[in-house]
């Protein structure tokens, strides 16, 4: 059985490990150069179809 004391112990060690993660995420996202509007890439039928251009005839 875990006694009272270890519960609160597991619990501290939990939260700061999370914290962590989020402040370390938060600097990755921070030093990272984002878009401003994400761009979407065409697929399917949203693609624009080109044609070659094989001169006259």
């Given at each position: ?32 150069p984002a878009p401003s509007t994400p761009t ?18």
């Open positions: 059985m875990i006694s009272n004391n270890e519960m609160i112990r597991i619990r501290r060690q939990m939260q700061r490990r999370i914290r962590d993660v989020v402040a370390e995420r938060r600097r990755t996202r921070q030093q990272d979407p890439t065409p697929t399917g039928a949203d693609q624009e179809v080109c044609v070659a251009d094989n001169g006259p005839g």
